[in-house]
């Protein structure tokens, strides 16, 4: 029994550190993007190649990871993954031109995809019942954590070494000891009715896959339909939902000759699961809303560019005690419980950041409670959701629930970012209605001298004159001023137009997640009923 035990520790605490690998590496990417693009002398637009090869990579592994980990071993399959991720970031870090640096993130996203579903996937079928929610709640906040502090350890060896190659080097002894201990204690488990590969199927699927996440990728969130009439855009995304469509009629057939197929239909045919990936594609899109968060502080704060990834740790820590939290609950109250507490709590935090932070302090508090709720979705409740009534294709469904989590963070920041920029687009209107107002009570407040109103009067026809189509405009106005009170209130005016836009901009960001949040509530509240009459199904057999 004292064996049994330290082999499950030991298999949790390599899995835990397999899924913080992986997490980490597309956040560590974003800090050197500008240095890799110098290095290979390339633009920013294919430089940003480096992390959509490496989503695209993700979304065509996960699925495929998930169902040949059921039938061929989640041991076997653990070790596969993480040498490919080793092998991938070695040849990273030794890429001679931009062409091979590309195939090497491909390679490196075949083998980080598949890691969390394969750990989910072990715990559910090894663990006892009682212990999966603590266990798959460790490995959600291995993930959270990972994705939210990447940027910040980016910055730091990126710092500490001056070159871009240790950010991928650093991985290859880790995954190096990963697989040495995963070989020594990590026992094989895996689905009885192993079979033949479904090589036909795992190629439809692939490239459906492949064609939708490409589409989604190429959505402009400025001028989001517009974009989404492109044939870049629809042209893919239609092209892989025809696939898509194919390949269940394929998956039928298999079905009706009692083969194995790469997707089994009965999944999408079970309400639980498809709810299931609803609320799985939603918490996509919530995560995504994290990735502006240093935006957030260096705009509303007024924190340094250089400063502002750092402010993403209390969000991050939070997240990580979520996790663990959520899987506890889970384990007491169940996994609809959770999801509802998270949604609510998430709701909540991300709630206050439009209509309360004005300081620091606010926004820490905020984070805190904002990745107290996300946490709680990033661990178990969902896995247990999408696998309770499964004696097989768990590996499946879960590699389906993390392909839809996929979907919903590409999709996302671009209708994000698409809120900041129309923000923005509103300064030269906001120049026009506010700020005159803004300026007076500034110059009332400030109590200008003679010579200071003398000075202002001298440039209030300039000013009037200026079409505002930037702030930029008032750069010349400011070099002329010679009254350094008149300065600093011209300059502070200008400020709040810009802080007033970028409110405005985040401001829709944040309440799209409290929408998000509010939505995964009604889908618990919705979900508890079609659940429980779908375990009372299964008890009857």
Not at 6 to 30: K, R
Not at 128 to 143: D, T
Not at 201 to 222: E, P
Request: aromatic share 10%; net charge neutral; hydrophobic share 50%.
């Amino acid at each position: 029994m004292k064996n049994q035990s330290s082999n499950a520790t030991w298999t949790l605490t390599l899995f835990c550190i397999g899924v913080l690998m992986a997490a980490l590496d597309n956040g560590i990417i974003s800090a050197a993007l500008t240095t890799i693009n110098s290095s290979f002398d390339v633009s920013a637009n294919w430089g940003a190649w480096g992390v959509t090869i490496y989503t695209l990579g993700l979304a065509i592994s996960i699925p495929i990871v998930g169902k040949i980990s059921d039938r061929y071993g989640r041991k076997k399959l653990f070790i596969v993954e993480i040498t490919l991720f080793g092998l991938g970031s070695l040849l990273v870090a030794l890429s001679p031109n931009f062409v091979f640096y590309l195939i090497s993130r491909f390679i490196q996203a075949m083998g980080g995809g598949g890691i969390f579903i394969i750990g989910s996937s072990h715990i559910l079928s090894t663990f006892p019942k009682e212990q999966q929610g603590k266990a798959l709640g460790a490995l959600g906040a291995m993930n959270g954590i990972g994705a939210i502090l990447g940027p910040n350890l980016g910055s730091i060896i990126l710092d500490f070494t001056g070159n871009w190659h240790y950010l991928f080097l650093i991985n290859v002894p880790i995954a190096l000891v990963l697989v040495i201990l995963g070989i020594l204690k990590i026992e094989e488990t895996k689905e009885s009715s192993a079979g033949k590969l479904d090589l036909v199927g795992a190629i439809l699927l692939s490239f459906s896959v492949l064609c939708i996440m490409y589409g989604l990728t190429n959505i402009d969130g400025v001028s989001l339909l517009d974009s989404i009439a492109t044939p870049e855009v629809y042209g893919f995304i239609l092209g892989g939902i025809a696939l898509f469509t194919f390949l269940i009629f394929y998956n039928r057939s298999l079905d009706k000759r009692d083969l194995d197929p790469i997707l089994p239909v009965k999944l999408l045919t079970q309400p639980t699961y498809l709810l299931t990936l609803l609320i799985g594609a939603l918490s996509g899109a919530l995560i995504a809303g994290m990735i502006f968060i240093p935006s957030f502080v260096e705009e509303i704060l007024g924190v340094s560019a250089e400063t502002s990834g750092y402010w993403m740790t209390p969000l991050a820590l939070a997240s990580g005690f979520g996790a663990a939290f959520g899987g506890m609950l889970v384990d007491k109250r169940g996994p609809i419980i959770a999801v509802f507490v998270s949604g609510l709590i998430t709701a909540i935090g991300f709630l206050l950041f439009p209509t309360w932070i004005e300081l620091k302090w606010q926004f820490i508090i905020s984070s805190c409670i904002a990745g107290l709720g996300m946490g709680i979705l990033l661990g178990a409740p969902l896995n247990i959701l999408a696998t309770e009534r499964l004696e097989k294709d768990k590996g499946t469904s879960l590699a389906g629930l993390s392909l839809v989590r996929q979907i919903g963070m590409t999709i996302a920041p671009t209708i994000y970012a698409g809120f900041i920029v129309r923000g923005f687009n509103k300064i030269p209107e906001l120049f026009k209605t506010d700020f005159s107002s803004i300026l007076q009570k500034n110059m009332e407040a400030a109590d200008l001298s003679p010579l200071a109103m003398q000075e202002f009067q001298q440039l209030a026809g300039k000013m009037a004159s200026m079409d505002h189509s930037t702030n930029m405009d008032y750069s010349s106005i400011l070099e002329q001023i010679q009254d350094p009170t008149l300065k600093e209130v011209i300059k502070s005016s200008v400020d709040q137009i810009t802080l007033m836009a970028a409110q405005n901009g985040y401001g829709g960001l944040f309440y799209s997640t409290v929408v998000i949040s509010a939505l995964v509530v009604l889908l618990a509240l919705i979900l508890k009923p079609i659940r429980q009459r779908a375990l009372q199904e299964k008890a009857k057999l």
